[in-house]
């Protein structure tokens, strides 16, 4: 089963084209062409030549998009890690459901869709709505044994790729990578530090709001979690078993599935960048595909960022999580796509050129 898991995984691989430099190029010398100096919309004007060289095309058209948002239990939480109690996991998915949460308010308004899927709740969950893909009921507590096996692990990264072949059928184009998971900083930061070397003091922040004294216990919680399961951190499947969770692998794999089907992924706070470390080092062919949104307010963000080589173009002090600071970033992606379609070029508007 393992094998046959990774052959799927490899095939996804294997489906993601390079980078489109022609086109990208392309979108480069309109961009210079419009009535601005070069490189004046600085961020905007980077999306717009990367989502050229992502799709291929100049103005991709992305009026279906949206949020996947994975859901998943922590086994960790039995250590004291987060400031709220493992049942708010179930009950924010029946509130996404229900499109009460933060990100469905952002969702709307950015005129995309919620996609939440079941990957890992430790709660039996019914909803016409729900995309139900339990891989795991609630992960094992990584402080004293892995997470997931190595098979979950690739089950649940072969979901996400999957759910996002669903989305694409449908008609969408555009996705943003959001989770739900009470205790999922603590799986994320020991993630950070195995994968970028981070210490867990500078990996592991304040999560839900947990004070000085919680924090001290989960940095050690993550120092353990570590010594025990020895994960290979030239493994990004073993890291993701050992002290992972079932939503994070699933996010890695809608960003190696987007990037498959030649879509753009936003990548949302620590919880997401975190399974963004994991996909890019399964598939370095990934990092092209993947759009930064927002700084997090968790400590250990930016090294993330930094080890993939993304740069955020936001920055709003949040830290929720959910995929709500990724939503936000459709308005700019928007944004940069209706600057290259309707500004006039210094020829067309007789503006003289410097
Ligand atoms: C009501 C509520 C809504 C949330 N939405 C996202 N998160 C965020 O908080 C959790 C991670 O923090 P920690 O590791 O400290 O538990 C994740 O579920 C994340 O998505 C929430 C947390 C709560 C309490
Ligand atoms: O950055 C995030 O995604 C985040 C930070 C704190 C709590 N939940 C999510």
């Given at each position: 089963?393992?094998?046959?898991?990774?052959?799927?995984?490899?095939?996804?691989?294997?489906?993601?084209?390079?980078f489109d430099e022609q086109t990208a190029m392309l979108a480069e010398r309109h961009s210079?062409?419009?009535?601005?100096?070069?490189?004046?919309?600085?961020?905007l004007e980077a999306m717009a030549r990367q989502l050229a060289g992502i799709t291929g095309q100049l103005w991709p058209d992305f009026?279906?998009?949206?949020?996947?948002?994975?859901?998943?239990?922590?086994?960790?939480?039995?250590?004291?890690?987060?400031?709220?109690?493992?049942?708010?996991?179930?009950?924010?998915?029946?509130?996404?459901?229900?499109?009460?949460?933060?990100?469905?308010?952002?969702?709307?308004?950015?005129?995309?869709?919620?996609?939440?899927?079941?990957?890992?709740?430790?709660?039996?969950?019914?909803?016409?709505?729900?995309?139900?893909?339990?891989?795991?009921?609630?992960?094992?507590?990584?402080?004293?044994?892995?997470?997931?096996?190595?098979?979950?692990?690739?089950?649940?990264?072969?979901?996400?790729?999957?759910?996002?072949?669903?989305?694409?059928?449908?008609?969408?184009?555009?996705?943003?990578?959001?989770?739900?998971?009470?205790?999922?900083?603590?799986?994320?930061?020991?993630?950070?530090?195995?994968?970028?070397?981070?210490?867990?003091?500078?990996?592991?922040?304040?999560?839900?709001?947990?004070?000085?004294?919680?924090?001290?216990?989960?940095?050690?919680?993550?120092?353990?979690?570590?010594?025990?399961?020895?994960?290979?951190?030239?493994?990004?499947?073993?890291?993701?078993?050992?002290?992972?969770?079932?939503?994070?692998?699933?996010?890695?794999?809608?960003?190696?599935?987007?990037?498959?089907?030649g879509?753009p992924?936003?990548?949302?706070?620590?919880?997401?960048?975190?399974?963004?470390?994991?996909?890019?080092?399964?598939?370095?062919?990934?990092?092209p595909y993947?759009i930064?949104?927002?700084?997090?307010?968790?400590?250990?963000?930016?090294?993330?960022?930094?080890?993939?080589?993304?740069?955020?173009?936001?920055?709003?002090?949040?830290?929720?999580?959910?995929?709500?600071?990724?939503?936000?970033?459709?308005?700019?992606i928007?944004?940069a796509l209706?600057l290259m379609q309707?500004?006039?070029?210094?020829?067309?508007?007789?503006?003289?050129?410097?």
């Open positions: 089963m393992e094998n046959k898991l990774y052959l799927q995984l490899t095939e996804a691989v294997q489906r993601i084209k390079p210079d062409s419009l009535t601005k100096p070069p490189g004046s919309l600085g961020k009026t279906r998009k949206a949020v996947i948002v994975m859901a998943g239990d922590h086994g960790v939480c039995d250590e004291g890690v987060s400031a709220f109690p493992q049942a708010v996991t179930p009950q924010m998915v029946m509130n996404f459901l229900n499109g009460g949460a933060a990100v469905n308010v952002l969702a709307r308004q950015a005129g995309a869709d919620v996609v939440c899927v079941d990957i890992g709740v430790n709660a039996d969950l019914e909803h016409e709505l729900l995309v139900s893909r339990k891989v795991v009921r609630g992960t094992a507590n990584m402080a004293k044994q892995p997470a997931m096996t190595r098979e979950d692990a690739l089950r649940a990264i072969m979901v996400g790729v999957e759910v996002v072949n669903e989305q694409v059928e449908r008609g969408f184009r555009l996705f943003a990578t959001g989770e739900m998971g009470i205790g999922n900083t603590t799986a994320s930061a020991a993630i950070t530090t195995v994968l970028t070397g981070l210490s867990p003091e500078n990996s592991v922040g304040r999560g839900t709001g947990i004070n000085d004294a919680a924090w001290l216990n989960k940095v050690d919680v993550v120092k353990r979690a570590i010594a025990v399961n020895k994960p290979d951190s030239s493994d990004p499947i073993d890291v993701l078993a050992k002290v992972g969770g079932a939503e994070i692998a699933g996010l890695a794999g809608v960003i190696i599935g987007a990037a498959a089907n879509c992924v936003v990548i949302d706070g620590y919880i997401s960048s975190a399974a963004a470390l994991v996909a890019s080092q399964i598939a370095e062919e990934t990092k993947m930064a949104s927002h700084l997090s307010q968790e400590q250990g963000h930016l090294k993330q960022l930094e080890s993939i080589g993304l740069s955020p173009p936001i920055q709003l002090e949040m830290r929720l999580g959910e995929g709500t600071g990724a939503v936000l970033c459709f308005h700019f928007d944004a209706h309707e500004m006039a070029t210094f020829e067309s508007a007789g503006v003289s050129k410097g």
